[in-house]
């Protein structure tokens, strides 16, 4: 009786293919980018593949005899001989001039494989007791995109195909206006940083109450009219910026909002916000102490739902790891690689929120410094541009003279005039500006938002 066919196994397209790549280097360059030893079925298949990559990865020719020194003399199939096996695969290719047609075949019977593995196992622990529906999905999405990732071939681009896109890029900015990424909507920021493009990591520091969130907020509101945003806000509740979010539109104070101390002219701009804000692209995942993992679990997610263009993080000291750390260096270090590697997989720009170290407020000069900043060194090596926040005028207070009347005196009246309700941002990376040049805003704390100077 013969073995009963699989219909997920192509046992011939397998050998047809090893056949060619036995009979010249060439046609196993040709596949390399394409083909894993795990598409194949037969244990000895993936032998045979894996064995011929090594030797031709350090250089050697293939043979039949080194090839059998390498796998040994026999392979469990009935005792046969490798060396009868692998002549029986060359001579078989002699006659086959399309067997490298039969790869996508290998591959998609791979994928159909670990599809049904992956769903069987799902099925399995969703029967379990006590398990989170949210992470099974979570955990299937990672799965299924692996799967996806590994079936799929990204072939290497020459230096002049590279640039031909960027030239057609440029000329369609040119022609229609339309430039990848998005602005900040303040033009004075644009100067500093220049556009937000997919796959790019930002961090704004400064010290608390400084404005980091208030910023990082504005920046996803201002990205989600482009696409979808992520606001993964670690320190406070997602009702928080609710309010921050209503406080501009509706011209209140936070605070009046979440008393409710305003009058039925008030109530009203405050439902005319709700409504404005009803179709605003921000998502808010308000999780505390938040892991890496988790943090790429739901961007995916989102990213595959509904898109995603834009990852802001509120903040550092707060993202966790799962693997063990010696201390915080390296922690921080394994954050901002992490979210530097969900950037570019996901295409979408990162903004990261840091905070400056007790240790740095403590310095004479009070504008805050790459190194000063949670992260700094980490940042310093990720990071596409950074920033560093700065209200001088809540300085100057720390600041103020006892004589008034001295000379001390009045120029701190004179310096707390020219500062009073301004924020400065200062460059301290950039990959498209120049760094260490800085620009001031109006910070509208009552609103929590910064605006621009009329210069």
């Known amino acids: 009786m013969s073995p009963k066919h699989n219909p997920l196994e192509n046992i011939a397209a397998e050998q047809m293919v090893l056949g060619k790549i036995l009979q010249s280097e060439s046609a196993f360059w040709s596949v390399a980018d394409v083909l894993s030893a795990f598409h194949f079925v037969r244990p000895i298949h993936q032998t045979i593949f894996q064995t011929v990559r090594d030797t031709l990865t350090e250089g050697k020719r293939l043979s039949i005899a080194l090839l059998e020194s390498r796998i040994g003399p026999q392979y469990d199939d009935d005792g046969k001989s490798t060396v009868s096996l692998l002549t029986a ?39 379990k007791p006590g398990t989170i529906s949210t992470d099974l999905l979570a955990n299937l999405e990672i799965k299924l995109d692996d799967i996806g990732t590994n079936s799929q071939s990204i072939p290497l681009k020459s230096l002049g195909e590279i640039a031909a896109s960027a030239a057609k890029k440029s000329r369609t900015a040119q022609k229609t206006g339309t430039m990848p990424g998005f602005d900040t909507g303040l033009p004075s920021l644009d100067a500093l940083i220049g556009r937000i493009h997919p796959g790019d990591v930002g961090a704004i520091g400064a010290k608390p109450g400084d404005g980091k969130t208030v910023v990082g ?17 670690l320190e406070m509740q997602a009702e928080d910026m609710a309010r921050r979010y209503l406080a501009d539109r509706a011209n209140m104070s936070v605070a009046e909002i979440e008393e409710g101390q305003y009058n039925f ?19 808010i995942d308000d999780r505390p102490k938040l892991a890496l993992e988790r943090i790429h679990d739901r961007a995916l997610q989102l990213k595959r739902s509904k898109g995603l263009i834009c990852i802001v993080v509120d903040h550092l000291r707060h993202v966790r790891v799962f693997g063990k750390v010696r201390d915080k260096f390296e922690r921080m270090e394994v954050v901002t690689g992490g979210l530097k590697s969900i950037a570019k997989e996901l295409g979408v720009a990162v903004i990261l929120l840091s905070q400056v170290t007790r240790a740095s407020q403590r310095r004479d000069d009070p504008v805050p410094q790459l190194a000063d ?65 800085m620009r001031d805003f109006w910070f509208d704390g009552r609103r929590s938002v910064i605006r621009e100077i009329e210069r």
């Open 265 to 283: 002219e008030d109530a009203e701009n405050l439902q005319a916000a709700v409504d404005q804000l009803r179709n605003a692209k921000v998502y």
């Open 373 to 437: 900043l949670d992260g700094g060194g980490s940042l310093d090596q990720d990071a596409d541009w950074a920033v560093a926040l700065f209200r001088r005028d809540r300085w100057l207070k720390s600041q103020r003279p006892e004589d008034m009347e001295s000379k001390d005196g009045r120029e701190w009246a004179e310096q707390m005039v020219r500062h009073k309700g301004r924020i400065e941002v200062h460059s301290l990376k950039g990959r498209r500006r120049e760094d260490g040049e």
């Open 217 to 233: 907020a504005q920046l996803a509101l201002r990205a989600s009219l482009f696409g979808p945003s992520l606001f993964f806000q």
């Open 89 to 127: 695969l060359l001579r078989d290719a002699e006659n086959n001039e399309n067997a490298l047609d039969e790869v996508d075949v290998i591959v998609d019977l791979w994928r159909h494989r670990m599809i049904i593995q992956t769903l069987e196992q799902g099925l399995k622990d969703a029967k």
